[in-house]
């Protein structure tokens, strides 16, 4: 937390300036680790974790790089030199990327970060096969670097996988199931999806990040919790963003999660009061056609006036909480614990 | 080697209870593996690995398991039991579906196994889903079961994989070349792209077979060049029953490689000649027109005048001699040895 005299301004000048730091500490290792790809992977692996069309160098281009500044900030927070948590954080990264390129696929999302998505711009083999690469060479540079810790280092990471595949299959599921009647996604399920999904490679970066820099058994263990509390939190507001976001900033079309009716927080959330409103919700996304700007504009209208953005937020409050609350007991260095919690407070209210 | 006086019956089933064998030591484990997987995900890894439109259990269905086969008796052959050989069996047989699942998608190949391959029977998004599962699942079931030996365990995985990926990767560049002139893919190459997209992973379901089973580290590097070239000897034989096998036995087309114009062996080494043979297989090769029964038994018969087919299985045997070579002065038990030997010239003149 930073201190409370510290203005808007001041905390979000604070968190970019962190996830900055990050990105310059893990960003070498992360093109050494991409260029032993063979030149055609190559080529797809940079335009995913690099940004630009040629994959040229654009900062921030690649994304925030959230999870890697979890590895490093947990690695330096147990007492470890930043360094050492590298592996870490490019695994993450290499695993956020992969998760990106096969979840578009899947889904046949055409755009990410104001760019087409690399099926779109490669094609699907080749893109299939991009995603499989980044996830091998995950494990391989998480193999290489945990030394004596690597049946710990490879449980974490194999446990981040399985939740993240976990996550990703029921998303896949919900997609099929009704808006309404007792087949209905509950905020209940979302929520365990949301675990697997967000939360579980959240968790792997921040305790791998404290395993690799050295941490105690109970540090990684807290790391592990407060990075799936906090991937969840995060997930609140990538759903918000998704119908309420600026799409000057996000790079997708105003209420995008509602055009495509997906079944997000927002939306379960209203409908699981089974009131008027729910029911209107309802049948708005039962229609057969086209969700149009009027749907779009109606359905936002319908969550508003159920509460359903106050509702979310809170939800991500609450996640926030836990996350900060798992690392209240072990012993971690003030600094870095301030820089993490002002990360993660901005995080969970950022606007895009 | 099986004993001179053995008939060629007598070989084969050898191999076949050899085969048997193997497949009842690993299936349990292998089942009990995919089990873990949550429902969605669960029933595609079983369509995949078992055979049958439910996964019903049919012998011999979810392909012939050589690469667990090698696993097992690689892990005897080192004097272990073989029980302590499964996690590489299993894990070889994940990455193996994986892979299949995955290429079925990058080549738009809709038949794998006398069935549609998963992507056509379940859609491509499941499907690409389904094979990152398997994939994750045989990095955990190796890193749970190697113990101390968990670096080199995943060294030896990770190997296979990049491997593996960058034989991939390859196949599918050689796609866009041209059939003649200086861009042309040449034998060598095709040679180092098996060595990659099946010899890789030959060599990790040995190598980790022989370092599970406690073997020594000569003994484990002898597998690793065994399996990987036993992997190029197998590949001979699947490009030439690519084009001279009986549909009846391969599940696939009369000459299904020729009609889909892959860049196998037997085509190379005829183009390779650069004689008229070779122009006029070129030329045929790149006609706009689909191709139809008349121009792939032209081309058959171009790639047999060419001696096309006797210059592929010489590259078999050798590769074979080769596979048997590197196993000649490590320490393994006969009884074993001879078993693997057998098994390996029965699969390297299979007609199926």
Redesign the interface.
């Known amino acids: 937390m930073v201190p409370a005299s510290a203005s808007l301004v001041e905390q979000i000048s604070s968190a970019q300036q962190t996830l900055r730091r990050c990105r310059g500490i893990v960003r070498p290792a992360l093109m050494a680790t991409i260029d032993?790809l063979?030149p055609?992977?190559h080529q797809l692996a940079l335009y995913a974790c690099n940004g630009g069309a040629s994959g040229a160098t654009e900062e921030g281009s690649g994304g925030k790089g959230v999870r890697q500044a979890f590895a490093v900030l947990a690695g330096e927070a147990v007492g470890g030199r930043a360094e050492s948590a590298i592996p870490a954080a490019v695994a993450a990264e290499l695993i956020h990327n992969f998760s990106l390129i096969?979840d578009d696929?899947?889904?046949?999302d055409e755009w990410r970060r104001h760019r087409p998505a690399v099926w779109k711009a490669f094609g699907?083999?080749?893109a299939?096969?991009a995603?499989?690469?980044l996830?091998?060479?995950a494990?391989?540079v998480v193999?290489?670097s945990?030394?004596d810790r690597?049946?710990q280092a490879?449980?974490l990471?194999?446990t981040a996988?399985?939740g993240l595949?976990?996550g990703?299959?029921?998303d896949?599921?919900f997609e099929d199931r009704p808006w309404q009647g007792p087949d209905a996604v509950v905020p209940e399920e979302y929520w365990l999806m949301v675990a697997g999904k967000t939360g579980a490679l959240f968790a792997g970066a921040a305790a791998l990040g404290a395993l690799l820099a050295g941490g105690e058994p109970r540090m990684v263990e807290a790391f592990a919790t407060a990075g799936q509390e906090f991937g969840m939190a995060f997930q609140t507001i990538d759903d918000a963003l998704g119908i309420w976001g600026d799409p000057r900033k996000t790079g997708k079309p105003v209420g995008s999660d509602l055009r495509r009716r997906k079944k997000t927080l927002p939306v379960l959330v209203t409908l699981a009061r089974g009131d008027a409103p729910a029911r209107r919700l309802a049948s708005l996304l039962e229609t057969e056609t086209e969700f149009d700007e009027q749907n779009t504009a109606a359905a936002t209208a319908l969550i508003e006036e159920a509460g359903g953005r106050d509702l979310v937020m809170a939800e991500g409050q609450r996640a926030l909480g836990r996350a900060h609350q798992a690392l209240a007991d072990v012993p971690l260095l003030p600094r870095t614990w301030m820089e993490l919690t002002a990360l993660s407070e901005y995080l969970v209210s950022r606007t895009s």
Chains 1, 2 share one sequence.
């Open positions: 032993r063979p055609s992977t096969h696929i899947i889904d046949k699907t083999g080749p299939v096969l995603g499989d690469a996830l091998a060479l494990v391989e193999s290489t945990a030394g690597c049946p490879l449980r990471l194999c996988l399985s595949m976990r990703q299959a029921q896949l599921q």
